[in-house]
């Protein structure tokens, strides 16, 4: 749980809890083992799940009092954890795909989940952790996905540059986003190939790596809020790539927002199928 470099040697990570073991277990994810706590199995969700786990050959173990609570890094620790074998994703996974996630710098475990949940939730189809970002596989991001890793591809490392390059020789359109200047999301076209780039929480997408991309989407706020948090950028943007790829949705929307203009709209053969990267 708390050693990524014997998480990654040994390609597994830690889940904790009924639901999570479920959503591992219903995703086809190798189970090495799982651990229950004294009394774990009075809770019905429990003994449900290390019942089918033990019935697929699963290696239960009972523990002794406190060392959940010793190895827990909560306060109110889970009564079962489980082990389970998980290799991050090659870059290679995405050269078809429709639409990506991209984390430049992302370094809350909490927003790197709930950004992984978020792109499941969308349709996204990979999730692409740039080195500097947290490690996927880190117990907090593992709980603020809630199972959405084993759902779509979760690419762990790569220099950003090098990364943004090869989407681009893919022919992905990268999209990072700005506080201002950019098109408004809502009257981007996402209909094409995008790989959407978000970066850093505090200081967002640095400056030459946001003029290296292809295009700039902004977030109009009505309120006085500087900025929005990283992953409920991605929850706007990609939710919004979404509204546009469903049949009959019509595309982008025009701007409503002064100075903010659509962008050039994609060929219909080229179309497809989310900073705190911004907007700050």
Request: glycine share 14%; net charge negative.
């Amino acid at each position: 749980m708390r050693k990524r470099g014997l998480r990654s040697s040994e390609g597994s990570l830690v889940v904790e809890g009924a639901e999570l073991l479920s959503v591992a277990m219903d995703a086809g994810a190798p189970i090495e083992a799982a651990y229950v706590a004294p009394g774990g199995r009075s809770n019905p969700a429990v003994a449900g799940v290390v019942d089918r786990a033990f019935a697929a050959g699963v290696r239960v173990f009972d523990l002794a009092p406190g060392v959940i609570e010793r190895i827990a890094d909560t306060v109110t620790p889970q009564p079962l954890v489980a082990v389970v074998g998980f290799v991050p994703a090659g870059l290679e996974s995405t050269r078809d795909a429709a639409m990506v996630v991209v984390l430049v710098d992302v370094r809350d475990p909490g927003n790197a989940g709930t950004m992984i949940r978020t792109a499941d939730a969308a349709g996204v189809d990979a999730v692409i952790c740039c080195d500097g970002t947290v490690d996927p596989t880190n117990p907090k991001t593992v709980r603020a996905s809630a199972g959405s890793l084993f759902h779509l591809p979760v690419v762990a490392g790569g220099d950003p540059g090098s990364v943004v390059g090869t989407l681009r020789s893919w022919g992905f359109t990268t999209v990072g986003t700005a506080v201002r200047g950019g098109v408004d999301y809502a009257a981007f076209d996402w209909r094409r190939r995008v790989a959407l780039v978000f970066g850093n929480e505090a200081s967002g997408l640095d400056p030459v790596a946001l003029d290296n991309l292809d295009e700039r989407v902004s977030v109009p706020m009505a309120g006085g809020a500087e900025s929005l948090n990283v992953s409920v950028s991605a929850a706007v943007l990609c939710f919004e790539a979404l509204r546009q790829r469903r049949p009959g949705a019509g595309g982008a929307r025009r701007s409503t927002m002064p100075g903010m203009e659509a962008a050039t709209p994609v060929p219909a053969e080229q179309a497809g199928g989310g900073s705190d990267g911004g907007p700050r």
